[in-house]
């Protein structure tokens, strides 16, 4: 799988969007990008996942670069519970170990500021 | 619809006990996955089924650990003479199945403390 890259940490204030990016410039043409979140204590929450076309869903927008080497997640209207880690993986096509098994980087804690 | 349900949510057992943990995944997935995830640590892949069958079992640390799932549904992760260093979070996924890239769901896992 191609690795990620997230900056550690982001702060937002409340009721705006935060937008999270990711570096994915390896990625090859058959991976999709994934976003999920962790809050304490709690498992890994699916997000949204997109392979080169923009997504939005009831919980985010995912927006792709056109060379596919980079992607931003964003969150409208960020509220105290939208506070978490948030994770940005790559995960590949249909054979081999990469297309099942989830690796789960470091990711960015978003703290939302009252 | 339910979500990837899992049991106990907490578990506390002495050295050299066996501990058996339970995974529901949602229903009309296929595919279902293992992970543990230590304290402060990223997740780590143990196994994955794809019906009732486990393909990939490399991820499993000893062969103090198996995992098994009957009916397509409930998996079932075994941890024979539990050591210190099996304590962590137990996390297990679903998906509709593992060809697709539909996501994989998870559970808020078992937390598993050795004493």
């Known amino acids: 799988d191609a690795k990620t890259t997230q900056p550690p940490s982001m702060d937002c204030a409340e009721g705006r969007a935060a937008n999270l990016p990711c570096n994915h410039s390896?990625?090859?043409?058959?991976?999709?990008v994934y976003w999920y979140r962790q809050i304490h204590s709690q498992g890994p929450q699916y997000i949204i996942h997109g392979l080169k076309n923009n997504e939005t869903n009831e919980m985010a927008s995912l927006i792709i670069t056109e060379d596919r080497k980079s992607s931003t997640l964003i969150l409208p209207h960020a509220t105290l519970r939208d506070t978490a880690v948030y994770y940005c993986i790559v995960r590949g096509g249909y054979s081999g170990a990469g297309s099942y098994q989830l690796t789960f980087g470091k990711g960015t804690k978003l703290s939302v500021i009252p | 619809g339910a979500g990837v349900s899992q049991s106990p949510s907490n578990k506390v057992t002495e050295k050299g006990k066996d501990v058996e943990l339970r995974c529901d995944p949602i229903s009309g997935h296929t595919a279902l996955y293992w992970y543990r995830q230590s304290l402060g640590q990223g997740l780590e892949f143990l196994i994955y089924?794809?019906?009732?069958?486990?393909?990939?079992k490399s991820g499993l640390p000893s062969d103090r650990f198996s995992a098994e799932r009957t009916g397509g549904s409930v998996s079932t992760l075994t941890i024979q003479r539990t050591q210190q260093e099996d304590s962590a979070v137990y996390l297990c996924?679903?998906?509709?199945?593992?060809?697709?890239?539909?996501?994989?769901?998870f559970g808020d896992g078992t937390r598993l403390s050795i004493l």
């Open positions: 996924a679903s998906s509709l199945d593992r060809f697709s890239p539909q996501p994989q769901h």
């Open positions: 390896t990625i090859s043409g058959n991976e999709y």
């Open positions: 089924f794809q019906g009732n069958s486990a393909p990939d």
